[in-house]
């Protein structure tokens, strides 16, 4: 591997001739067949509307949505949202407009683009939680929620990249690389629903499914100017979704309005006899989250400010402005909004996290029951080095423990009980509908950054629900965030306070990077399937080209990319890897492609390291999964 300045140039026109785009076959028809109906922004109920007269079939909806995916997942600002896209969206879309002609709609959901978090089982496609480890797992069934949305009539048009396994709050992962925020895409979207997140705000899919342990769902909708709910643990299965913390976890929607919110809790809470925690919340909801948005304003609401979740350093000091000037509205409207504090409840709180304690087992409980998982355990996916190196620290801490049931994890489990009494105490006395903070901070950091200022811990540790809505925008448009969190079960009062500050302060706008298409036409793509005017596959063993350019100023790495002799559809990645089956550092080919150019950030270290020549380029395919031997970077 020879790294020269100057040397993309050739190669990008050596092989743009005959590029074939990223996309599946199925996929490239579908830009083909574009339609001028635009989607961007829509909600769900403007889509159905327009599906119901005629307006747009199901069918021109997924194509309009992968004309976008086109244009901007890896082209233009190479949001990087998506792992897959689903093969039979197209199919599936065909078959709900046949239905809808004889039959007429199943719901609200019918015949509805959604991007589903992909640690979340599907049936059709692989469910990898974003980790080359797990490129080839393939579930038998879908997970509840999914199977729930598939019976509404929702299309999955793909699945989403994540924190690699759910794992953190940035959205980096071996499999999927670096996603970017589409409101700057220099930074995070937060995590670990940041593909999620990222692709609905700029409008991919008309909403989304993501998991939240600790924020992973609230702090990707914080920075995307979205709609998300932490539901109550115990109101939705997450069975047949990879677990990062049993104890923590629940699965949830993201969406760019409490309306289509509203809509998919709808579709997918109930009890589930695979998730038994779902026995729990029997009844617990209503007969319909979306028809009963009307009956609450915010007149007479009261809510509490936890004064402490704000801040105190000068970085929190933008956030909590915009926070509090959200608040200024809802008291404009006529809610009660008085400022407390929780006294004893700061030093319980730091010590009630429990996913240290459970990560390596409920991983390997999960693993152990797919009939062939490509690895068995954290620490096998530890020594193969098949991970991102931003994994690395955590992986090794949650991978330490050598039993679940310590006297740290006993204790932890007390801090939860603590904290969860002292919170329901002060909203039963003082008769809050909820507490109100930031949902985060800190702006969003910058790409390879360390990302500071969460406060997911209050909803996860006490296990009540908590629904993120946009509060406004920094200086430089970066979107803000704060959460409403309520008594257990009490998702509908949330939901209905949510949409009326909503209509009233009107926060939603979309990100500049994903402007709605001028025209249906597919535009440029640096992502490529074949090529032209290049040397004949070697015959006996697959073989990588490669050629890399280092911006120190910006801290990327270009890269242009091809393989020879394997086909496609058996590539799982091109990675840049630390040597010695170190982690993975950035992705280069994804699943189905053999010949990228592009982009990466990497870090300090692993610039460092390749300054050093300490990076291979590696190839993993399906007869190889754990990866073919490297190739060394060097510089020239």
């Not at 078959?95 to 991007?115: M, N, S, T, V």
């Not at 794992?167 to 629903?193: E, F, K, W």
């Not at 200024?328 to 996290?353: C, H, N």
């Not at 540790?461 to 908590?466: E, H, K, N, S």
């Amino acid at each position: 591997m020879v790294m020269s300045r100057g040397s993309l140039a050739g190669l990008i026109a050596g092989i743009a001739t005959a590029a074939l785009l990223w996309l599946t076959p199925a996929c490239s028809d579908a830009r083909a067949q574009a339609t001028p109906f635009d989607p961007t922004e829509k909600s769900i109920a403007e889509l159905q509307q327009a599906l119901t007269s005629g307006a747009v079939t199901s069918r021109q909806l997924v194509e309009a949505y992968l004309a976008r995916i086109e244009a901007y997942d890896r082209s233009g600002p190479d949001l990087q949202a998506f792992i897959a896209l689903n093969p039979r969206a197209l199919e599936t879309a065909d078959a709900l407009d046949r239905e809808r002609r004889e039959r007429g709609p199943r719901g609200p959901l019918h015949g509805i683009p959604i991007a589903i978090k992909d640690n979340f089982d599907t049936a059709d496609m692989p469910t990898t939680g974003a980790s080359i480890a797990l490129a080839t797992h393939q579930p038998a069934r879908d997970a509840f929620q999914v199977e729930r949305l598939r019976a509404a009539g929702a299309v999955v048009i793909g699945k989403t990249n994540l924190h690699e396994l759910a794992a953190g709050i940035l959205t980096v992962s071996s499999l999927g690389g670096h996603t970017r925020n589409p409101y700057d895409p220099t930074r995070n979207p937060g995590g670990s629903s940041g593909g999620t997140s990222a692709a609905v705000a700029a409008s991919f899919a008309a909403a989304g499914l993501g998991s939240d342990t600790c924020g992973s769902i609230r702090i990707p909708a914080a920075h995307n100017n979205l709609v998300g709910l932490r539901p109550t643990w115990g109101l939705s299965s997450r069975a047949g979704v990879i677990p990062l913390a049993l104890t923590q976890d629940v699965a949830g929607p993201l969406a760019r309005s409490v309306d289509d919110v509203a809509i998919l809790l709808d579709a997918t809470v109930g009890p589930d006899p695979r998730d038994p925690a779902t026995e729990a919340g029997r009844g617990r909801a209503p007969a319909s989250y979306r028809t009963g948005l009307d009956a609450v304003t915010l007149r007479g609401a009261r809510l509490g400010v936890l004064i402490s979740l704000f801040g105190d350093a000068p970085a929190d000091a933008e956030s909590a402005a915009i926070v509090r000037a959200a608040l200024d509205r809802m008291r404009a409207a006529g809610a009660v909004v008085l400022d407390i504090e929780i006294p004893g409840m700061a030093e319980p709180l730091r010590g009630a996290g429990v996913i240290d304690h459970e990560f390596k087992f409920d991983l390997a409980d999960y693993l152990a029951a797919s009939p062939a998982p490509p690895v068995r355990s954290l620490g096998e996916i530890l020594d193969r080095g098949l991970h991102h190196e931003a994994l690395t620290g955590a992986f090794r801490r949650r991978n330490a423990p050598e039993l679940r049931n310590t006297d740290a994890y006993r204790a932890a489990l007390g801090r939860r009980a603590e904290v969860t009494t002292l919170v329901t105490e002060v909203m039963d006395r003082e008769r809050f509908d909820a507490l109100v903070y930031p949902t985060m901070r800190r702006r969003p950091s910058l790409i390879g950054e360390a990302q500071a200022g969460s406060t997911c811990q209050l909803s996860a540790v006490t296990g009540l629900p908590a629904l993120a809505l946009p509060a406004g925008f920094t200086t430089d448009e970066l979107p803000v965030g704060f959460e409403l969190l309520g008594p257990a079960w009490s998702e509908a009062r949330l939901l209905s306070m949510g949409r009326a500050y909503e209509r009233l302060a009107a926060v939603r706008r979309p990100p500049a990077s994903t402007p709605a298409l001028s025209s249906p036409e597919p535009r440029a793509t640096r992502r490529f399937a074949a090529s032209s005017g290049m040397p004949a596959p070697p015959a006996d063993r697959p073989a990588v080209d490669a050629t890399f350019e280092w911006d120190d100023g910006r801290g990327s790495l270009s890269y242009a990319i091809r393989v020879h002799g394997v086909d496609a559809a058996d590539v799982l990645l091109g990675a840049v890897r630390r040597e010695d089956s170190g982690p993975i550092v950035a992705v280069l080919l994804r699943a189905g492609e053999t010949a990228a150019i592009g982009s990466v950030p990497i870090s300090p270290a692993s610039r460092d390291a390749l300054l050093a020549g300490r990076l291979v380029v590696q190839l993993f395919t399906r007869a190889d999964p754990f990866g073919r031997p490297p190739a060394a970077v060097t510089i020239r």
